[in-house]
């Protein structure tokens, strides 16, 4: 007997086979090849994956963990990232397929699909494998299984509701986005509010609270620091934060609106007027698409407000599943059948056009002698430097190294096989004085980065005549002083500087 879950993905898997392996092609393969760095922010995840633990001070702690069960030091190790991102985004478009077709036809669900894969969270911020990228499969499997509960009443959809909720929380917190929406599908859509009254919902709620109390006793015992990073992380204080706020809003809806709109351009559809009738049967799909297309951005915006906070544009790309579960309902009755079959390749045009726009932004940056250094600086050779001098001095494994700026300071993290601990210098809350006491322990290498505080007010028993230029050079070797800097020799405590 086929086991259905393995049916669905089968069939789903069938449906897109060209467009999934043509965007593992375009935002993993192609660029694990020819980058020498990533983002700050997956270097910052990857050097606290040292430490496994159930949150960390800034984030939640599920991004680490994914990149560390990825993480593999050396040449392959940008390609292992880029494929775990590519993962997760496929994941991503497998919810959102089923969360369509659950409601609508075969041809919204592939509509949705094909929106999100040419959404720039799918295509840009994959590359950019952040807390906000790893966050969408849960928003997507949120809003799938709480349709299907919504509709079914299923206690397996119920269970799923429960387990995608408690595992966004690992991602990030702002998967109470999803779940607002489905709230106001509750009270709005009549049929659907007997749904207060199940045992089963609060069964759902009962398996999300049991996933996230180990999380949050780890805030509690560390005073809530991630959450309170969350909520302060963007506070409305002047003039100037309020216009930071509506620029980002501005550039967030652009980032989650522009592609969508493009597509249903390409594919000759229009968006239907934006009207709620909340009794009128026949308009069902298109209400419940009208609720999840609109009140997900609406509740970042007004959490962002009763917080105190102004919108960051990032904040917005994790409701691009929203976007496209929203617009794909609002436009099912439109659709015929064997609609999407001629639209494949209009699709997969578009999404190769995406990454040929990618290029010619990092190639122009290059070009002006301002290379993008998430992306655009070969920072291997730096990981050798550091190897190489380590080496000079010790034989034993390398420990620590310390970063006066992340970077391109916290790059080596991405092909140093001793995976060392990596310390931020002015010292942050992750780097404790335990660990600033391993690493004078132990000994240190030091990168110093000519912008960053020199690390020699934190460290003075710093050597001197350790002291060696960096060299990080762009992709391309136009731009080879663009990162000016040195590393230097940090010797252990029961050792002195050689004269």
């Known amino acids: 007997m086929t086991n259905p879950a393995a049916l669905t993905i089968r069939v789903f898997l069938e449906q897109f086979r060209g467009m999934i392996l043509l965007n593992i092609v375009l935002w993993a393969l192609i660029p694990g090849i020819l980058f020498g760095n990533l983002h700050v922010d997956t270097l910052e995840a990857l050097y606290w994956a040292k430490e496994p633990a159930l949150g960390y001070w800034k984030h939640p702690p599920l991004t680490t963990w994914l990149l560390g069960l990825a993480y593999f030091p050396g040449p392959f190790s940008i390609g292992a990232i880029l494929l775990l991102s590519q993962g997760l985004t496929i994941t991503t478009a497998y919810f959102i397929w089923r969360a369509v077709r659950g409601l609508g036809q075969n041809e919204a669900a592939q509509l ?257 002698n301002h290379p993008h250094e998430a992306y655009f600086s070969q920072t291997k050779p730096l990981a050798r430097q550091v190897e190489a001098l380590w080496k000079r001095h010790q034989a034993k494994p390398l420990a620590c190294v310390i970063i006066n700026e992340v970077k391109i300071g916290g790059s080596p993290v991405l092909w140093l096989a001793d995976k060392p601990l990596f310390i931020e210098i002015p010292f942050r809350p992750w780097g404790t004085t335990d660990k600033q006491t391993l690493c004078n322990d132990d000994g240190a290498i030091v990168i110093d980065l000519d912008e960053g505080v020199p690390a020699k007010e934190y460290f003075p028993r710093l050597c001197d005549k350790s002291f060696e230029p960096i060299d990080v050079r762009s992709l391309l070797g136009r731009a080879p002083s663009i990162w000016p800097g040195h590393v230097s020799y940090l010797p252990p405590r029961s050792e002195t500087c050689a004269p």
């Open 112 to 368: 949705a699909v094909a929106l999100f894969l040419t959404s720039t969270l799918a295509s840009y911020y994959a590359v950019q494998i952040n807390h906000n990228s790893v966050l969408a499969p849960f928003m997507a499997a949120t809003l799938c299984y709480g349709l299907e509960y919504l509709e079914t009443r299923r206690g397996r959809a119920a269970l799923g509701l429960g387990i995608a909720v408690g595992l966004g929380v690992y991602a990030k917190y702002e998967i109470i986005f999803a779940v607002l929406p489905l709230l106001f599908l509750t009270l709005l859509i009549p049929r659907y509010r007997s749904a207060f009254l199940k045992g089963k919902s609060y069964g759902a709620i009962a398996v999300t609270t049991l996933m996230i109390a180990p999380h949050l006793y780890w805030l509690y015992i560390h005073d809530w620091s991630s959450l309170q990073h969350a909520k302060d992380s963007a506070p409305i204080s002047t003039a100037l934060s309020i216009f930071e706020g509506v620029w980002g809003l501005l550039w967030g809806g652009v980032a989650i609106l522009v592609t969508p709109l493009l597509v249903l351009r390409l594919f000759k559809l229009s968006i239907p007027s934006v009207r709620l009738k909340l009794y009128h049967q026949s308009d069902e799909i298109y209400r419940i698409g009208w609720i999840i297309l609109v009140l997900s951005p609406t509740s970042v915006v007004a959490t962002g407000l009763i917080t105190g906070q102004f919108v960051k544009s990032l904040w917005l790309l994790p409701i691009a599943p929203a976007i496209s579960i929203g617009l794909a309902l609002m436009l099912n009755h439109r659709l015929t059948t064997g609609f999407f079959e001629g639209k494949k390749h209009l699709t997969a045009k578009f999404m190769a056009v995406l990454s040929g726009l990618f290029w010619l932004y990092l190639l122009a940056g290059e070009a002006i």
